[in-house]
Structures are given as C-alpha cells and as structure tokens.
C-alpha cells in the first residue's frame, strides 16, 4: 500500500505565493509519476501539474503554465508545487496522486493509483 500526503496548503494573499508537497512511502518512490490535482467548491476536480519519476517529463494545465512549477526530490521521496502570483480562483483543495506508470504524465485523474488527503489553499483577494 503506498501512502500519499500533502502539506504546505493554508490562507495566502492574491499575488503570494505557496510551495506544496507531497510526501510518498510504501514503496519506491522513484517507481512513480506524480500529479497535482484541485478541487474547487462545487466544482469537480481538476488536472494541475504532473512529472515523471525521471522528472524529464512535466505536463502542465494551460492555464497555469508560468505561474506554476512541478518538481521532485526521488532521494527525499517528495514532490512539490511551487505557486505563484495566486489568484482567488486557484482556491480549493489540492490533491497529489501517484501513478503506476513511472513516466506516464497524464492529466486524467484515472491514470493515478493512489491519492492523498488533500490540502486546502485559500487565496484572499
């Protein structure tokens, strides 16, 4: 079983900025591509952010290219989101997934296996 837990979330001003982790055990973690996920209120969830276990691959929503950086740290067995110039609509839970296919960047939530808790960002105006 392979736990996935996010941290780093909490209340921002419009134009800061969040780093984001998620944390990976169970198995090896490098064996893993990883997704960034959100979910807004009364909104479904939505693709944010993928990377590799090579990490040479990264996939981005459009909307989010430039303002957000997906990396990963496989001897630490961590992944981050690093946010920038937030805006009150990047408000909502987010959500980090592992996947089975170690170099499948996917932006489908059902090409990950395994999924976190959640961690709520607020971004005030």
């Known amino acids: 079983q392979v736990q996935v837990v996010e941290s780093g979330g909490g209340l921002v001003q419009a134009g800061g900025s969040l780093r984001l982790s998620c944390a990976a055990s169970g198995r090896t973690f490098s064996s893993y591509a990883l997704g960034w996920f959100r979910q807004a209120p009364g909104k479904e969830r939505e693709f944010v952010a993928a990377?590799?276990?090579?990490?040479?691959?990264?996939y981005y929503v459009d909307s989010e290219k430039g303002r957000f950086t997906i990396s990963r740290d496989n001897a630490k067995n961590t992944v981050h989101l690093q946010m920038n110039s937030l805006k009150p609509e990047d408000t909502a839970i987010y959500y980090c997934?592992?996947?089975?296919?170690?170099?499948?960047?996917?932006?489908?939530?059902?090409?990950?296996?395994?999924w976190g808790q959640g961690t709520q960002v607020t971004v005030s105006s």
């Open positions: 997934a592992a996947g089975n296919s170690p170099e499948r960047v996917s932006p489908s939530e059902y090409d990950y296996d395994y």
């Open positions: 990377i590799s276990w090579s990490g040479r691959k990264r």
